[in-house]
């Protein structure tokens, strides 16, 4: 067990403020940026988009099988954030730079689009997995966890709320989206430069359970024999498609409606983007109470309940009703926020699980898993999206039909209530509460005396 100092936990939590300038904007502005400023139709830049989600899926778990087994004096994971902020930084600046001998919605733009989110996938990848595996790395208490990953998730709302005011805003002072992207670049380089070189690991596991001292073929065999008998994991990664390939249509449709359902402008939408992220902030102490006073399935099943219910009044919300749309999905960010501070908690209890059921402990693996899972459902949901979007007659650029702008409530409420239910049904059979994980930990405690 290890207790962490404030310190270490805003210098941890700082490193999501930084990532989450990132995903936030890959969320919000990227699939937007290509229909309104490159020109693709929507389902062009739906397919680009998953291609882009399936492509970093694909590096999710293989950072996770490089990061476990690297062994440096600055630990398994912190050499990742240090040395990877910077190209992540001119990745991100890349996806809004365009090249100006490409026509709008051409090939080649198309092309462009696709290539340059890859590269901001592949190095995001590169950061994101060894920081999130740090939550199993820095401590082994469940209720630290917990605190832990409050911290992490009040300072990654904060990123959110960062750049859902400030890009929107800096293009339009700019003129131009790519000097809008580097300033938000730097910002990001600065919180992961303060992220890593504040936190600190504990010691890696020894003898068998160290997946870095087995050849690699046996160490994923192990592995994925591992996943197929982690109960809880596997639960977890269920409820995480359903929430994330029905919610993810709603994120994605959110410009959108500010924009053509409301006749919003840039200062509207920054302002919504911010209110939305800030319910967030707002959220993230009331679900780390709920989770520590009760369990961190109760948390995800009462943040489920009120995202519901803000999904389904925001169906039943006539178009260009701007008050009661923005208290619908005010209640969304709010219920939402009780997913990501249950998910980033859960994870590493799983880890611990496989290490005292199966002696084995893959932290990043684990989370480059999870994080494959999670991709692969927003891409899933963004090219779903863009067809659904192209159904219902949306014309890049222009006024929307009456029909159109239904048609984006319908999706962005009826998508998530749905997948919401069923993320519920996975999280119901989920029993690894703080009293079992303490069980666990003190059995691998004693076992770690009796093995040294």
């Known amino acids: 067990m290890r207790t962490l100092g404030l310190k270490a936990k805003l210098g941890y939590g700082v490193g999501d403020f930084g990532l989450n300038l990132y995903w936030q904007s890959i969320l919000l502005f990227i699939l937007f940026f290509q229909m309104d400023v490159l020109g693709l139709s ?20 293989l950072m996770g099988i490089i990061s476990d087994r690297t062994r440096t004096r600055l630990g398994r994971y912190r050499p990742f954030i240090l040395f990877g902020t910077v190209p992540l930084a001119l990745s991100f600046w890349l996806c809004f730079t365009p090249p100006g001998f490409l026509d709008p919605g051409s090939v080649g733009m198309m092309v462009f689009a ?54 929107p805003l800096l293009a339009r002072w700019f003129g131009d989206y790519s000097p809008a992207a580097a300033c938000i670049g730097a910002l990001a380089v600065l919180a992961h430069l303060a992220c890593g070189l504040s936190v600190r690991e504990l010691p890696p596991p020894v003898r068998s359970e160290a997946p870095g001292r ?15 008998r982690n109960g809880p994991l596997l639960r977890l990664m269920l409820a995480t498609v359903a929430l994330h390939l029905s919610l993810g249509i709603l994120m994605r449709n959110m410009p959108f409606m500010l924009k053509y359902d409301l006749g919003g402008d840039a200062d509207l939408t920054a302002s919504a983007l911010t209110w939305f992220s800030a319910a967030g902030v707002a959220a993230v102490p009331v679900w780390v109470w709920t989770a520590r006073r009760w369990s961190k399935a109760a948390a995800w099943q009462a943040g489920s309940v009120m995202t519901i219910a803000g999904s389904l009044f925001l169906a039943l919300v006539p178009p260009g009703a701007l008050w009661s749309t923005l208290a619908c999905l005010t209640l969304i960010s709010f219920g939402h926020a009780a997913h990501a501070v249950a998910m980033w908690s859960m994870l590493p209890d799983a880890v611990d699980y496989a290490h005292w059921r199966h002696r084995r402990r893959d932290e990043a693996k684990i989370y480059g898993l999870s994080s494959l899972i999670l991709k692969l459902s927003l891409g899933g949901s963004a090219f779903v999206g863009g067809i659904v979007l192209d159904g219902v007659g949306y014309r890049p650029g222009g006024a929307q039909a009456a029909e159109t702008l239904e048609g984006f409530r319908l999706l962005a409420g009826l998508a998530p209530a749905l997948g919401l239910g069923l993320s519920m049904l996975a999280i119901a059979g989920y029993r690894l509460d703080a009293a079992r994980h303490g069980r666990i930990q003190a059995f691998l405690g004693r076992r770690a005396v009796r093995e040294s």
């Open 42 to 61: 929507a389902v062009d830049a739906g397919l680009c988009f998953l291609i882009a989600s399936v492509w970093d899926a694909g590096m999710d778990p």
């Open 114 to 167: 696709t290539l340059s989110h890859m590269l901001l996938r592949t190095c995001y990848a590169v950061v994101g997995i060894p920081y999130s595996s740090l939550t199993a790395a820095m401590t082994r208490d469940s209720d630290e966890r917990a605190s832990l990953t409050g911290w992490r998730m009040l300072l990654a709302f904060a990123g959110a709320t960062s750049v859902s005011a400030l890009l």
């Open 214 to 228: 087995m050849d690699l073929g046996a160490d994923l065999g192990g592995f994925l024999r591992m996943v197929g």
